[in-house]
Structures are given as structure tokens and as C-alpha cells.
């Protein structure tokens, strides 16, 4: 799904000149499409092992969720910013479930899109704005 919003804030993060990036624990074969329907060039994403061309089951490299999210995530922070080892978006990360907490939270300035109950909470307690994208969205 392509949602305006989320394309607008995307477009002026990018002609803005910051890193804009997918982490997500969701197959790259899925996301990499919907990364580049935005205009996203980095993702990161769970990679999952093809041998001969056919999918087996298995992941290549550390799986994207969990721990796995954080650190994969933490590796964009040596392409943009002077701190090694925490992500420094310019205007804001965002994160729509609890499950992304850990890599929100490594973050200078948090947004949660859209949470789930308890990722509202959570941001609501911690004094992160939070904002819909989905206003309308089919």
C-alpha cells in the first residue's frame, strides 16, 4: 500500500539529504518493491536463502527481527552521522509496532506511526510524537 503521507514525508526526508531506510523483519523479496515504490534505496530487511533459484526455508546472515533488528539497523548509523553505533535521523524514525521498540528507542528523535496499543503507550509515556499515516488509505 502507498501511502500519500508516508510518500510526502519520505520525499522531503530524501531531497533533504538524510538517510532514509526499510528495517523490517519481513522478507526483502516483499519489501523491496514497496521500498522502491517510495524512492528507498536501503533496506534491511531478512534475507532469505535461495539455492539453485528456489527458496528453502532458511535465512542467509542474521534474521531482521528482535535483536537482529537493532543491530542490522545500527549498521546504517556509519553512513550518516558523527556517532558511531547510534542512528541519527535528522528529522525522525518511525515504527508502527512494539516489536521495533529496541531500534526506536537507539534513536535521536523517535516517531511512532501509526503504533499498536502498546507501542502508543510506550510513546505517549516517553513524550515521542505520534502520528498517523493511514488517514484515508484504501
Given at each position: 500500500?502507498?501511502?500519500?503521507?508516508?510518500?510526502?514525508?519520505?520525499?522531503?526526508r530524501?531531497?533533504?539529504?538524510?538517510?532514509?531506510?526499510?528495517?523490517?523483519?519481513?522478507?526483502?523479496?516483499?519489501?523491496?518493491?514497496?521500498?522502491?515504490?517510495?524512492?528507498?534505496s536501503?533496506?534491511?530487511?531478512?534475507?532469505?536463502?535461495?539455492?539453485?533459484?528456489?527458496?528453502?526455508?532458511?535465512?542467509?546472515?542474521?534474521?531482521?527481527?528482535?535483536?537482529?533488528k537493532?543491530?542490522?539497523?545500527?549498521?546504517?548509523?556509519?553512513?550518516?552521522?558523527p556517532?558511531?553505533?547510534?542512528?541519527?535521523?535528522n528529522?525522525?524514525?518511525?515504527?508502527t509496532?512494539?516489536?521495533?521498540?529496541?531500534?526506536?528507542?537507539?534513536?535521536?528523535?523517535?516517531v511512532?506511526?501509526?503504533?499498536?496499543?502498546?507501542?502508543?503507550?510506550?510513546?505517549?509515556?516517553?513524550?515521542?510524537?505520534?502520528?498517523?499515516?493511514?488517514?484515508?488509505?484504501?
Open positions: 500500500m502507498l501511502l500519500p503521507e508516508a510518500k510526502t514525508v519520505v520525499d522531503e530524501l531531497a533533504a539529504g538524510d538517510l532514509v531506510a526499510v528495517v523490517t523483519a519481513t522478507n526483502s523479496f516483499i519489501t523491496r518493491p514497496i521500498a522502491g515504490l517510495y524512492g528507498i536501503h533496506l534491511v530487511a531478512t534475507e532469505p536463502e535461495t539455492i539453485d533459484g528456489r527458496f528453502t526455508g532458511r535465512t542467509t546472515g542474521e534474521p531482521c527481527f528482535r535483536a537482529g537493532l543491530s542490522r539497523g545500527q549498521g546504517l548509523a556509519g553512513r550518516d552521522g556517532q558511531p553505533g547510534r542512528l541519527r535521523p528529522r525522525g524514525s518511525t515504527a509496532r512494539t516489536t521495533i521498540l529496541p531500534l526506536l528507542s537507539s534513536v535521536t528523535h523517535p511512532a506511526v501509526d503504533p499498536d496499543p502498546l507501542l502508543h503507550e510506550h510513546a505517549s509515556a516517553q513524550g515521542w510524537p505520534v502520528m498517523t499515516w493511514r488517514r484515508g488509505a484504501k
